[in-house]
């Protein structure tokens, strides 16, 4: 398994997809002396944005989609 098979995403840059970041907006229960983060409430879209830990490149989570793979007719 890899990003760029679960999610369809590498840098479009260097091609790399084993070190993406995307920003999340995480759901946090909060309390009067901190918070604690809700265990897998977090989203993150085509808009959040994204970057690649090997090249620098920045951008938007639909900067580094692939484009859609065409099933291939028999």
């Known amino acids: 398994m890899s990003v760029r ?4 995403m590498a840098c ?3 091609g790399r997809d084993d070190e ?7 759901f ?3 309390y009067e002396d901190g ?3 809700n265990d897998g ?5 085509d808009d959040s944005a994204c970057q690649c830990g090997s090249c620098g ?16 007719e028999r």
């Open 35 to 37: 918070t604690a983060i």
């Open 28 to 30: 946090a229960t909060i």
């Open 5 to 8: 098979s679960e999610w369809n």
């Open 12 to 14: 479009p840059d260097c």
């Open 41 to 45: 409430d977090h989203i993150w879209d």
């Open 20 to 26: 993406l970041s995307v920003e999340l907006k995480v």
């Open 57 to 72: 490149k920045k951008g938007v989570v639909s900067d580094f989609k692939l484009p859609v793979r065409e099933e291939i």
